[in-house]
């Protein structure tokens, strides 16, 4: 079975993402148990899709061993483009408030129809010398008025699901990780990868 590193210096990312793998038979750990801190090259604007497999093929030619990257982001229509690729730096910028609060006061003046959003991630497998294999989820949801939840943090206080009326944060791990961005790209990898083997 591979142990794949995970090309993140985000402890809650890296978490989120081991647990969302293990769910489907991908065993991965942060790649910070065998190596030291690294720093990553710079993301680009241009596409999730670019900048995990940057991430991924950077620490695999560091460490030669198979990598897992995400790229993510929240993407919110009524901010236009502020939010998606660009949401860390977007929201980095306001640097008297944490990342939650600076998306509410963004949308301060929207009406409750328009908080609407979707969380997006993108992966990418690579094994040393071969052609990476990338993966994608999105869910869709409302930005709710304040943070609810206790089971996870970030965005997740936030993302309201649509259908069922609760935050992320609001959900269990074992009901909110498979129906994460995070856990629906982490179930197409699991599929892509077992496709590639021929199993």
């Known amino acids: ?27 991965a750990k942060p790649y910070t148990d065998d190596w030291s801190p690294l720093t990553f090259p710079v993301e680009t604007t241009a596409s999730y899709a670019d900048n995990a497999r940057l991430k991924a093929q950077f620490l695999a030619q560091v460490t030669g061993e198979p990598v897992i990257a995400d ?85 997740d206080k936030l993302f309201e699901l649509t259908a069922r009326h609760q935050t992320l944060a609001e959900l269990t791990d074992d009901v909110r990780l498979p129906l994460t961005h995070r856990g629906q790209a982490a179930r197409q990898l699991a599929q892509a990868l077992q496709k590639r083997e021929g199993k």
């Open 71 to 155: 790229d993510s982001g929240i993407e919110v229509p009524y901010l236009g483009d502020k939010l998606g690729v660009t949401t860390k730096r977007y929201l980095q910028q306001d640097a008297q408030h944490s990342a939650n609060e600076t998306l509410l006061l963004a949308l301060t003046d929207a009406p409750e129809n328009e908080r609407t959003a979707t969380m997006t991630c993108t992966l990418c497998a690579v094994f040393p010398d071969k052609e990476p294999v990338m993966a994608n989820g999105s869910v869709d949801g409302v930005i709710a008025l304040a943070e609810r939840g206790m089971y996870s943090s970030g965005f």
């Open 1 to 27: 079975m591979t142990d794949w590193l995970i090309a993140s210096n985000n402890r809650y990312k890296t978490a989120d993402l081991i647990a969302c793998l293990n769910l489907v038979g991908i065993t």
